[in-house]
């Protein structure tokens, strides 16, 4: 198993630029979500997933959009880039969101950084 | 709401010393808690998790943390620490009534020659 995969590793875009974040799972888990790293704060969930054709918001969904048309893929989506989104993102994946005590399975991370 | 609080952003040690990072948490209701590692370029891994039963609770790489339901505290340790061990170190915790995790700021260790 290739566990929770994310592409790019690392992206440099220009405010107001558009781009879609893949992420992808091969662990047939029904819950994904997507995080931003930012130093001293922990991670903050951006939106998550309960399954295909489910999606909801997290802590801090602005700027950001989400779809979820198959099990494996949880693409995420910046539409107008801007410096305050720059971060590392992570995707991640449990078996069962309704499931507390799961463990979640991130990805490597993608780093962006917004000019 | 819940929350958590880990007290130190950083602690700097010397290999094969103990370590103990701290974690507090704040809830009305029973909780779950979760730390997990991050070494440097990599993502989160589970380190270890308190469901239910025994307080003291071992994970991998010899990291071990005790769930204190009066000091609502869920502190790591280990009793000799290797430069391996360099990562940075996140609590979190859930509930049956919150399925998302709640994440604290998060420890870097920094082990010492």
Same mark, same amino acid.
Request: with cysteine; charged share 15%; proline share 5%.
């Given at each position: 198993?290739? #566990?929770? $995969?994310q592409?790019?590793?690392?992206?440099?875009?220009? $405010? #107001?630029?558009s781009m879609t974040l893949q992420c992808a799972q =091969?662990?047939?888990?029904?819950y994904m979500s997507w995080y931003r790293? =930012?130093?001293?704060? #922990?991670? &903050?969930l951006i939106h998550y997933s309960v399954g295909a054709g489910i999606t909801d918001q997290g802590e801090v969904p602005n700027g950001y959009n989400v779809s979820r048309s198959t099990t494996e893929d949880f693409p995420l989506r910046l539409l107008?880039?801007?410096?305050?989104? $720059?971060?590392?993102y992570f995707c991640a994946s449990? $078996? =069962?969101g309704?499931?507390?005590? =799961?463990?979640?399975?991130?990805?490597? #991370?993608t &780093?962006?950084?917004?000019? | 709401?819940?929350?958590?609080?880990?007290?130190?952003?950083?602690?700097?040690? /010397?290999?094969?010393?103990?370590?103990?990072?701290?974690?507090? *948490?704040?809830?009305?209701?029973?909780?779950?808690? /979760?730390? !997990?590692?991050? !070494?440097?370029?990599?993502?989160?891994?589970?380190?270890?998790? *308190?469901?239910?039963?025994?307080?003291?609770?071992?994970?991998?790489?010899? /990291?071990?943390?005790? /769930?204190?339901?009066?000091?609502?505290?869920?502190?790591?340790?280990?009793?000799?620490?290797?430069?391996?061990?360099?990562?940075? !170190?996140?609590?979190?915790?859930?509930?049956?009534?919150? !399925?998302?995790?709640?994440?604290?700021?998060?420890?870097?260790?920094?082990?010492?020659?």
């Amino acid at each position: 198993n290739a #566990g929770v $995969t994310q592409t790019p590793k690392f992206q440099v875009l220009k $405010t #107001g630029q558009s781009m879609t974040l893949q992420c992808a799972q =091969d662990m047939n888990h029904e819950y994904m979500s997507w995080y931003r790293q =930012d130093p001293g704060m #922990g991670l &903050r969930l951006i939106h998550y997933s309960v399954g295909a054709g489910i999606t909801d918001q997290g802590e801090v969904p602005n700027g950001y959009n989400v779809s979820r048309s198959t099990t494996e893929d949880f693409p995420l989506r910046l539409l107008s880039a801007a410096p305050s989104q $720059t971060s590392v993102y992570f995707c991640a994946s449990k $078996t =069962d969101g309704s499931v507390n005590t =799961d463990t979640q399975y991130f990805g490597p #991370g993608t &780093r962006l950084t917004v000019l | 709401a819940q929350s958590v609080t880990q007290l130190d952003s950083q602690v700097p040690v /010397f290999e094969e010393a103990p370590v103990e990072l701290r974690c507090n *948490y704040s809830s009305s209701v029973s909780v779950y808690l /979760f730390w !997990y590692v991050q !070494y440097p370029n990599q993502g989160l891994q589970l380190l270890l998790k *308190y469901l239910s039963g025994s307080t003291l609770v071992k994970g991998i790489n010899g /990291f071990e943390a005790e /769930f204190n339901k009066s000091q609502t505290s869920f502190h790591l340790r280990k009793p000799s620490v290797h430069i391996s061990d360099t990562a940075e !170190y996140f609590c979190a915790v859930s509930s049956r009534s919150n !399925y998302q995790l709640i994440w604290g700021a998060g420890t870097k260790l920094i082990i010492k020659p």
